[in-house]
């Protein structure tokens, strides 16, 4: 590091000034991180390493590592895993990477489960990582389901990542344009789907302009297009009782749900993110 540290807490301090001085708000946590995957080390062991000295091939990865980091890579894709909901997941260049944000669609879709008998087919649309899909699946014991996504590199990432959490004997994936490999009854339809306009995705934080997958990101022209695809498809898939959770963007709200609402799913429910932003979308049939 440009400061000469000489032992690890000295090495993970110099990291969090470095990130700290670009206005990294995140910087501690970054710099934990990072320091932990170049040394191979825990938070637990980061603490107990702290005094010990951290010779010249250390400081050249943790460098390494910081230098991307600055450059405005995200961490999870700099360690290629993020964790959400509990589960680690692996990245790949193919894949969004899972926010918080989104565990409030796996919440709105296991409070619309809680109550309701018998085993739930799932089914997410866009399933990137597998996040959603295997959140719900590792929550719900008895449901099965399946990911569709239009990157092969993206299902074979989910595919990989169920198979790592032991989730992969009740979880499929199936490379296609959205549902058109899916047909019904199912229960419960899930998408964190691209919801950006065309136009606006030049003008987004490089972080996710210039490491999510465009894919994951373009909405079209209004950033809707996705949901109405959804919307047109999900009468005829969704079992009695059935119910479409979505993920959108600011501003959207109103009119996501009034798509779903003229497709016939007017029992509707809003919920809001970590922010207090309106998020996620919960809609069924009367």
Known sequence: MSDGASTVGQLMRAARSRLA???IDTAALDARLLVGAALGLDATGLI????????????ARVDALVARRLAGEPVGRILGRRAFYGLDLDLSPETLEPRPDTETLVDAALSWAGGRPGPLRIVDVGTGTGAILLALLDALPDAVGVGTDI????SATAAANAARLGL?????????DALEAIGGP???????????PSADIEGLDREVRDHDPRAALDGGADGLDFYRRLAEAAPGLLAGGGAVVVEFGLGQAESVAEIFRLAGLSN????????ARARV??????
């Open 151 to 154: 990157s092969p590199g993206a």
């Open 268 to 275: 509707q429910i809003v919920l809001d993110d970590l922010e």
């Open 168 to 176: 992969a004997g009740r979880a499929g994936f199936a490379v296609c």
């Open 48 to 59: 107990l390493a702290e005094p010990e000295a951290a010779d010249e091939t250390a400081v």
């Open 186 to 196: 199912v229960d419960l339809l899930v998408s964190n789907p691209p919801y950006i």
């Open 21 to 23: 001085a670009v206005g």
């Open 281 to 286: 979308l919960r809609a069924a049939r009367d």
